[in-house]
């Protein structure tokens, strides 16, 4: 047995050493992507809107310190969750990306900041902002063509969503056709599907009058009504859409967002009556004050207000980070709260080991929906909070889905009620429980052998954004790991082999059949052949999500140079980690975590097998006519013409990779005054080297 240690309340992010800082990063990653497909693929969300902010904020805060850290998976860089399976899934001619959050004064006045900063504005130059309520109901793109509408979907993970189009034909607000003379030859109108408090109220009573369950909250009901494969069954809730942007567009009717907005309303469109134009710090945070204070008489759910600069030369001017536009920003309501007693913690063990506690709750209503959970995180946090069984808790909500709880009320903790040990051996196998120093998670060490993890890294493995088989869902892992059909992921494509008859056989089992089992081995046939960055992301390796494997997908090419070039950087080769290491926003962490998986012997004998039975598709490149595409560029020293982000965010809108170091595989460095290490760097390799005139000449037109 390990020896038992004590650990220390969970620290600032200023109080963070580099180590920990890497342990609290994998945990709030991978605690928000498990959120954002509870909320956006499943619509059950598993955390309050301001727990979930709470941990954004942090994760946001620990970043800004230790910003070598951020990964390309980082919680900053990620939008949404995959769709879910019911309707046909379409993809977005351009991203329906999230909103950064405001909290506070302070929070909206560095919004403020940040963008005259950006655009190198002097305070007396005016900057107009339109403000509009945020409304809480479901994203939708509406696609007209010559003024016809063709196509209406779903947000989903903010590059596909679902094709909902005869449904949203069905709701207030939106034209079948645009009412003008002369439309656009392509018009994509976005805003918010939303239920209206009274049509709530209309149908939560039938609901009731036909013995079924109510709808916790207005949003959820709006997103299931939505997603009904009966239109019919849509048309009968009376949704309404609020329009308030647009995606692409052959022309636009005006040079502002709120003359694109008016001029939407022009074309039949339901908008928001209370957008206005405001200037500065003052004028925003009036506004807000006032749609607060009529936020219950309003008649629809909102859970903030959101500017977005006026102009939309700026607008283009500021451009996008990863998940979000740099020009808006959205300021949330504070949060409600109530208590209720704490009747117990129960320990999950996830897919990397981790021990998670959770808290059951006697079930309370907070804001109009009935909570029964909510996560403590870690040991720390139920240290620092002193939360025990039997206490009365305080929750807070912001939203419709499970509260965070704040604190205790110890004047009415039960006698007796003892602080929590949390355990030091896994729940599901029995292994050691430990804590390495640095780490704010424990996690079991029973790797391959732990039931909880071996079915949770197949999971994984064929999940949406991986493997993608269809017809293996949870259930069918589960089961398949029961009977010892399958152990590992390459016991999937050896299925046949590993179960005699194969396919009748499979047939055979109870809830199977001959169709089911014929489709399931055509889906694992048809994924024999992967896209490189699909088979990166199933392997699981920490840090490395989704978008974390595009990107080394598209450094390295090919799975043979990926997997060489990995298997190089376990082995301790100095060369190929720096190679890694200076993919743009990839840093240590990541390099760390992918020499830790290919270290490990039972990790690469398991990619070999894998190997012997997969072919991986070389990774597409992005296709571009200027002279920068596929260049690898650094920049360095001071730009005086535009900004550091702004002239990053140029190249690679021109199919360059941007780079934080210079190696030998870099093709150019743009140096400004006082560019330092890096001009030695390129001298070293031999790399050009211009300045910042002859990159605006190289790139001009384009």
Same mark, same amino acid.
Not at 207 to 227: I, M
Not at 261 to 281: E, Q, R, S
């Given at each position: 047995?390990?020896?038992?240690?004590?650990?220390?309340?969970?620290?600032?992010?200023?109080?963070?050493?580099?180590?920990?800082?890497?342990?609290?990063?994998?945990?709030?990653?991978?605690?928000?992507?498990?959120?954002?497909?509870?909320?956006?693929?499943?619509?059950?969300?598993?955390?309050?809107?301001?727990?979930?902010?709470?941990?954004?904020?942090?994760?946001?805060?620990?970043?800004?310190?230790?910003?070598?850290?951020?990964?390309?998976?980082?919680?900053?860089?990620?939008?949404?969750?995959?769709?879910?399976?019911?309707?046909?899934?379409?993809?977005?001619?351009?991203?329906?990306?999230?909103?950064?959050?405001?909290?506070?004064?302070?929070?909206?006045?560095?919004?403020?900041?940040?963008?005259?900063?950006?655009?190198?504005?002097?305070?007396?130059?005016?900057?107009?902002?339109?403000?509009?309520?945020?409304?809480?109901?479901?994203?939708?793109?509406?696609?007209?063509?010559?003024?016809?509408?063709?196509?209406?979907?779903?947000?989903?993970?903010?590059?596909?969503?679902?094709?909902?189009?005869?449904?949203?034909?069905?709701?207030?607000?939106?034209?079948?056709?645009?009412?003008?003379?002369?439309?656009?030859?392509?018009?994509?109108?976005?805003?918010?599907?939303?239920?209206?408090?009274?049509?709530?109220?209309?149908?939560?009573?039938?609901?009731?009058?036909?013995?079924?369950?109510?709808?916790?909250?207005?949003?959820?009901?709006?997103?299931?009504?939505?997603?009904?494969?009966?239109?019919?069954?849509?048309?009968?809730?009376?949704?309404?859409?609020?329009?308030?942007?647009?995606?692409?567009?052959?022309?636009?009717?005006?040079?502002?967002?709120?003359?694109?907005?008016?001029?939407?309303?022009?074309?039949?469109?339901?908008?928001?009556?209370?957008?206005?134009?405001?200037?500065?710090?003052?004028?925003?945070?009036?506004?807000?004050?006032?749609?607060?204070?009529?936020?219950?008489?309003?008649?629809?759910?909102?859970?903030?207000?959101?500017?977005?600069?006026?102009?939309?030369?700026?607008?283009?001017?500021?451009?996008?980070?990863?998940?979000?536009?740099?020009?808006?920003?959205?300021?949330?309501?504070?949060?409600?709260?109530?208590?209720?007693?704490?009747?117990?913690?129960?320990?999950?063990?996830?897919?990397?080991?981790?021990?998670?506690?959770?808290?059951?709750?006697?079930?309370?209503?907070?804001?109009?929906?009935?909570?029964?959970?909510?996560?403590?995180?870690?040991?720390?946090?139920?240290?620092?909070?002193?939360?025990?069984?039997?206490?009365?808790?305080?929750?807070?909500?912001?939203?419709?889905?499970?509260?965070?709880?704040?604190?205790?009320?110890?004047?009415?903790?039960?006698?007796?009620?003892?602080?929590?040990?949390?355990?030091?051996?896994?729940?599901?196998?029995?292994?050691?429980?430990?804590?390495?120093?640095?780490?704010?998670?424990?996690?079991?060490?029973?790797?391959?052998?732990?039931?909880?993890?071996?079915?949770?890294?197949?999971?994984?493995?064929?999940?949406?954004?991986?493997?993608?088989?269809?017809?293996?869902?949870?259930?069918?892992?589960?089961?398949?790991?029961?009977?010892?059909?399958?152990?590992?992921?390459?016991?999937?494509?050896? *299925?046949?082999?590993? #179960? !005699?008859? +194969?396919?009748?056989? %499979? /047939? =055979?089992?109870?809830?199977?059949?001959?169709?089911? @089992? $014929?489709?399931?081995?055509?889906?694992?046939?048809?994924?024999?052949?992967?896209?490189?960055?699909?088979?990166?992301?199933?392997?699981?390796?920490?840090?490395?999500?989704?978008?974390?494997?595009?990107? *080394?997908?598209?450094? #390295? !090419?090919? +799975?043979?140079?990926? %997997? /060489? =070039?990995?298997?190089?950087?376990?082995?301790?080769? @100095? $060369?190929?980690?720096?190679?890694?290491?200076?993919?743009?926003?990839?840093?240590?962490?990541?390099?760390?975590?992918?020499?830790?998986?290919?270290?490990?012997?039972?990790?690469?004998?398991?990619?070999?097998?894998?190997?012997?039975?997969?072919?991986?598709?070389?990774?597409?490149?992005?296709?571009?006519?200027?002279?920068?595409?596929?260049?690898?560029?650094?920049?360095?020293?001071?730009?005086?013409?535009?900004?550091?982000?702004?002239?990053?965010?140029?190249?690679?809108?021109?199919?360059?990779?941007?780079?934080?170091?210079?190696?030998?595989?870099?093709?150019?460095?743009?140096?400004?005054?006082?560019?330092?290490?890096?001009?030695?760097?390129?001298?070293?390799?031999?790399?050009?080297?211009?300045?910042?005139?002859?990159?605006?000449?190289?790139?001009?037109?384009?």
């Amino acid at each position: 047995m390990a020896a038992k240690k004590t650990f220390p309340a969970a620290k600032a992010p200023e109080a963070l050493s580099e180590k920990e800082a890497k342990a609290e990063l994998t945990r709030l990653s991978l605690t928000l992507a498990e959120h954002d497909r509870r909320y956006y693929q499943e619509d059950a969300p598993s955390v309050s809107d301001a727990e979930y902010d709470a941990l954004k904020r942090r994760s946001a805060a620990i970043e800004a310190r230790f910003p070598h850290l951020v990964g390309l998976d980082s919680p900053s860089l990620r939008v949404g969750a995959k769709p879910a399976e019911r309707f046909e899934k379409v993809r977005h001619a351009r991203p329906m990306l999230s909103l950064d959050n405001a909290f506070s004064e302070e929070d909206v006045a560095e919004f403020l900041a940040r963008i005259r900063r950006f655009l190198n504005l002097a305070d007396a130059e005016a900057l107009e902002i339109a403000a509009e309520p945020k409304i809480d109901g479901l994203s939708a793109s509406l696609r007209y063509e010559n003024g016809e509408l063709s196509v209406g979907a779903t947000r989903g993970d903010g590059t596909e969503g679902e094709n909902v189009t005869a449904n949203l034909k069905t709701v207030e607000g939106v034209p079948h056709r645009l009412q003008t003379a002369h439309p656009p030859a392509v018009f994509e109108v976005r805003g918010e599907v939303y239920f209206p408090a009274d049509r709530f109220a209309e149908l939560n009573a039938r609901q009731a009058a036909e013995g079924k369950e109510p709808y916790a909250n207005p949003r959820n009901a709006a997103a299931g009504s939505l997603r009904q494969l009966d239109a019919a069954i849509t048309a009968s809730r009376k949704l309404r859409f609020f329009a308030y942007a647009w995606g692409e567009a052959s022309d636009l009717p005006s040079d502002t967002q709120t003359g694109v907005v008016k001029a939407l309303k022009g074309w039949g469109f339901d908008i928001n009556p209370l957008m206005t134009v405001t200037h500065g710090l003052d004028g925003l945070m009036d506004y807000y004050r006032d749609i607060e204070e009529r936020r219950a008489g309003l008649g629809y759910d909102i859970d903030g207000v959101v500017y977005k600069v006026n102009r939309l030369d700026l607008q283009q001017r500021l451009g996008f980070v990863s998940r979000s536009p740099r020009w808006a920003i959205a300021h949330k309501f504070p949060a409600e709260k109530a208590t209720t007693e704490l009747l117990g913690i129960d320990i999950q063990v996830g897919r990397t080991g981790v021990l998670t506690p959770v808290a059951r709750l006697k079930p309370v209503t907070v804001g109009g929906v009935v909570v029964t959970n909510a996560t403590l995180h870690n040991e720390d946090e139920i240290a620092r909070k002193d939360v025990r069984i039997g206490d009365t808790v305080i929750l807070q909500r912001a939203g419709d889905v499970i509260p965070q709880i704040l604190g205790v009320v110890e004047e009415k903790r039960p006698a007796g009620a003892a602080p929590f040990a949390f355990p030091r051996v896994c729940p599901a196998c029995g292994s050691h429980a430990v804590r390495e120093e640095g780490e704010v998670a424990t996690r079991c060490t029973g790797g391959l052998i732990c039931p909880a993890q071996r079915s949770e890294r197949l999971k994984h493995f064929v999940s949406r954004n991986a493997f993608d088989i269809e017809g293996l869902g949870a259930k069918h892992i589960d089961a398949f790991l029961a009977d010892g059909l399958i152990e590992t992921p390459s016991d999937i494509f050896r *299925l046949e082999e590993r #179960y !005699g008859a +194969g396919e009748k056989a %499979i /047939a =055979a089992r109870e809830g199977w059949g001959a169709q089911s @089992a $014929a489709k399931l081995f055509e889906a694992i046939a048809s994924r024999r052949t992967i896209a490189l960055h699909r088979f990166i992301f199933a392997l699981g390796i920490r840090h490395v999500g989704e978008t974390t494997a595009k990107q *080394l997908a598209r450094a #390295y !090419g090919s +799975g043979a140079a990926f %997997i /060489a =070039a990995m298997r190089r950087i376990a082995e301790g080769d @100095a $060369a190929a980690l720096a190679d890694l290491d200076a993919i743009d926003q990839i840093g240590g962490t990541v390099a760390e975590a992918i020499a830790d998986f290919f270290g490990e012997a039972h990790n690469t004998d398991e990619v070999d097998r894998l190997l012997a039975v997969l072919t991986i598709e070389d990774a597409e490149q992005p296709a571009s006519d200027s002279p920068v595409a596929g260049k690898t560029v650094v920049f360095t020293g001071s730009l005086e013409k535009m900004t550091r982000n702004e002239a990053k965010a140029r190249a690679e809108g021109l199919g360059a990779k941007v780079a934080g170091s210079v190696s030998a595989k870099t093709d150019l460095v743009v140096a400004g005054p006082g560019a330092g290490s890096k001009l030695k760097e390129a001298e070293k390799h031999g790399v050009r080297v211009i300045d910042e005139d002859a990159w605006l000449k190289l790139i001009e037109g384009l």
